[in-house]
């Protein structure tokens, strides 16, 4: 029997994924006392493990605060919603 045929299928596994750190809007406030919120604050509050990976912004939660978020990637309905509580929101590269 072929070789390709004795070895099982694995699949594909893409070697450009961008694997992100997820923080969702409502549990930025546990960051108290911060008016900029960046990936290492992040880490020092302990919402993701480290500060040198990517990091993307979802939308659950309230927000009551203004305030400076930057990361890697925002959802549309989380820039909304910071912009929408007089915050910022700046894209990293």
Sequence with gaps: MPLQRRLPKRG?????RMIYQVVNVGDLSRC?????ITPQVLADCGLIR???????ILSAGPLTQAIEVQAQAFSLAAAEKIRQAGGKVIVQP
């Design 12 to 16: 594909f596994t893409s070697r450009s």
């Design 32 to 36: 108290t006392g911060i008016r900029t």
């Design 50 to 56: 480290k500060a040198t990976l990517p990091v993307k």
